[in-house]
């Protein structure tokens, strides 16, 4: 039986599949979530989708999809392509609170000034509402970031072989069922560190001036 | 208000979607054609499903390749066929609807021949026989019947036979408490550890194992078996009748000659 | 005529703010508005740059009748510069970015054009060079306010109108927004101030109407107005006495 440290680089090689399906989800949950945060700030009532996805717990959906909706529309995904679709659908619902409070923050008397130079609506969106409110928005997005690390573990239901899976392979094949998820804890800590350190220094360097909070 | 609607709309499909495969289907017509029914033309590649989760049958390697009795015997049988094997690990709790699915053509990993399984998963010769036993700590004096009522955790492997046996005793009447745990590893560990107080294990696991601790193997004592001897066989599509023929002709062959022993030896089974 | 106004009514769920306004605006000419708050001076300001939309009445910029269908808001809205009481600075933008935002975007000028015109309108609202890379947050209040200006002048308006420019400001720095309105005044910006400044209206103004629950009660040169106030609604602003400021 090989020992535990000859199975950390195969640990280890888990983060790559966890970091895509964090990658990749997240990406989803925003390219759905702006829009509809967008949608929801000039009107358009969309409670109600957000509302199925916030209650909707992952591996429901996750299993809704995979077993249910797309066998039955024919279509043919993959375990891994499926977790990606159901991680970012329900990120979109959170990134979209996210976003619309961050707009509601803007204050509207520069919506108003824009206007007032002429610019159509969708230049006061670009030019005006959207780079305030990305930046206004990153530190609660950070948080996104940490829990879509832990939310990725739902995958292993479908095989995909990101670090928790693995370090249930660790343990059964190494006889202890403590010391691998001791090292996935590591490992997951580190990573959601690393990822919102970063996203600290990329919010402080974008700030917009004045802004509460240093 | 076009939100709404959509959302309603959405969630319409979801259900009816879900509902609509999740109702049984119609008994699926044996003479239906599936990627096996037939002999297939060119190379045959069988896509191999396991839960890593259970040595000495099936166990991952730090290259990402399993190993064990499970993934030897099959790797012979594609062997003797001249088949390509493609290694899909899954997890235990939806392994046969993947089977079902397409996902994966074949599942060997310590699968034990059900009734209940046998309606939509079709097996192959029986394997390996192993019976579910009842493991304590050494020192403990008590009688099966005494532990089994003594109202303290018995720990097992979520989702396998032996969990399935404790639920069958809590029926029955008996009074302990049921730990259930990710693996038959940590179920041991419970034991040891004293958070449980026995463990429902299957020979199979369990007697490799205590080889392979001997450390382990002076602490627990079996205490008795639980019901009659069970069976692993290889599972496969109902539909995929030529695949199967292939596999049983295969395995009888390797169970009729000196490498079966080998293969036992190899993996502590014997 | 720069500037003609005719019956504008605007009414909000049950109160009509405004209640069939007239005002005439000369080019060149900078009148201004005073009256208690709620007189709806800001609606008035507001619609004549079509960012309230009146139901109904007529504006005319320039002879072009602005309120009827085929006009276009956003050529409208770029002919005529406003400054509001909030200054409301883009604070993502530096203060050249602020200037220079609707010169790209809105005109679609070339980044050097734009910057050309820029540190001329900048200048002439006496914001210095070693503000131009500043952000809003790190501006007094009348150099905000300034900048504001600055904003609205670079799109080359037609007509200037300013919501109560110094309202937030204390006495120091009203001054300084104050003294630059005037100079653009007398070169000849076409100005409608809503204020409460009377000094402004004496020395800056060429003309004062008076606005009271939505209408438009007294007009004439401020210096009349103000000393003699012919309405019961001015006499009671005014009372009388010419250093009275507002509130």
């Known amino acids: 039986m090989p020992s535990l440290l000859e199975y950390i680089p195969f640990l280890i090689e888990g983060s790559l599949w966890t970091l895509s399906l964090v990658a990749l989800g997240l990406s989803l949950g925003l390219s759905l979530g702006l829009p509809i945060a967008l949608m929801k700030f000039y009107g358009v009532k969309l409670d109600a989708y957000i509302w199925f996805m916030r209650g909707t717990p992952l591996v429901v959906l996750l299993s809704l999809l995979y077993w249910g909706v797309f066998p039955s529309f024919g279509v043919e995904l993959g375990p891994f392509e499926t977790s990606v679709i159901a991680l970012g659908l329900r990120s979109s619902a959170y990134q979209s609170q996210i976003f619309l409070s961050a707009l509601n923050s803007v204050d509207s008397g520069q919506i108003i000034a824009a206007r007032s130079i002429g610019m159509r609506e969708s230049q006061v969106v670009t030019y005006v509402l959207l780079p305030q409110a990305l930046r206004i928005s990153l530190p609660s997005w950070s948080n996104e970031y940490a829990i879509m690390l832990k939310d990725s573990s739902i995958c292993f239901a479908l095989g995909v072989m990101e670090i928790l899976t693995r370090a249930r392979y660790i343990s059964v094949a190494t006889d202890s069922a403590l010391l691998p998820y001791l090292l996935a804890g590591v490992l997951f800590f580190s990573l959601t560190h690393a990822g919102t350190g970063a996203l600290e220094i990329v919010y402080r360097r974008v700030k917009i001036k004045g802004t509460l909070g240093g | 208000m076009v939100g709404r609607y959509i959302a309603v709309l959405l969630l319409g499909l979801l259900v009816g979607a879900a509902l609509g495969y999740a109702i049984p289907k119609q008994e699926e017509c044996l003479l239906e054609r599936s990627k096996f029914s037939n002999p297939p033309s060119g190379e045959v590649t069988i896509v191999y499903g396991f839960d890593a989760n259970y040595p000495p049958f099936t166990v991952m390697q730090p290259d990402g390749k399993p190993v064990g009795f499970d993934v030897d015997v099959m790797n012979l049988i594609a062997e003797k066929y001249g088949w390509k094997i493609v290694y899909k690990p899954w997890d235990w709790s939806t392994i046969v609807a993947a089977l079902e699915n397409g996902d994966i053509d074949v599942i060997a990993s310590g699968m034990t021949f059900t009734a209940e399984r046998s309606q939509k998963i079709w097996f192959s010769v029986p394997y390996y026989t192993y019976v579910h036993q009842l493991v304590v700590r050494s020192e403990d004096k008590r009688s099966l019947d005494e532990i089994l009522n003594s109202n303290e955790y018995i720990a097992v492997q979520v989702g396998s036979t032996a969990d399935k046996w404790a639920d069958k005793l809590l029926k029955a009447g008996y009074k302990f408490k049921k730990l259930g745990l990710d693996s038959y590893v940590a179920a041991l560990e419970a034991l040891l550890d004293g958070r449980a107080s026995a463990v429902i294990t299957d020979s199979a696991f369990l007697e490799p194992y205590l080889k392979r601790n001997p450390a382990a193997a002076d602490r627990v004592k079996v205490l008795g078996n639980l019901g009659a001897p069970k069976t692993y066989a290889i599972a496969t599509r109902p539909q995929d009748k030529w695949l199967r023929d292939k596999i049983n002709e295969a395995l009888e062959e390797l169970m009729n000659s000196p490498k079966w022993n080998e293969l036992l030896r190899k993996w502590g089974l014997d | ?247």
């Open chain 3, 1 to 247: 005529m720069m500037l003609r106004v005719e019956g504008l009514r605007k009414r909000y769920s049950d109160i009509e703010v405004l209640r069939g306004v007239d005002l005439e605006l000369r080019e060149g000419e900078t009148k201004v508005i005073m009256g208690p708050s709620g007189a709806g001076k800001s609606t008035l300001l507001k619609c004549i740059n079509l960012l309230v939309r009146p139901d109904s009445g007529k504006i005319f910029i320039d002879g072009e009748e602005i309120t009827s269908k085929n006009s276009d808001v956003y050529k409208v809205r770029q002919k005529i510069g406003f400054v509001f009481q909030e200054f409301n600075l883009f604070n993502h933008l530096t203060v050249m970015g602020n200037v220079t935002i609707g010169l790209t975007k809105v005109k679609g000028m070339s980044k050097s054009d734009a910057l050309l015109k820029a540190k001329e309108v900048l200048r002439a609202v006496r914001i210095g060079e070693e503000l131009w890379d500043r952000y809003p947050a790190q501006l007094s209040g009348g150099q905000k306010q300034r900048v504001a200006i600055a904003r609205a002048l670079a799109m080359d308006p037609i007509l200037m109108l300013y919501d109560e420019p110094t309202s937030a400001l204390d006495p120091q720095l009203s001054m300084e927004v104050l003294s630059v309105m005037r100079e653009l005044s007398k070169k000849g910006m076409t100005s409608l101030v809503v204020t409460h400044e009377l000094n402004f209206a004496i020395e800056a103004a060429n003309s004062m109407a008076v606005m009271y629950e939505g209408r438009i009660v007294e007009e004439g040169s401020p210096e009349e107005v103000i000393k003699n106030p012919k309405t019961a609604e001015a006499r009671a602003i005014f009372n009388g006495r010419s250093n009275y400021v507002l509130v």
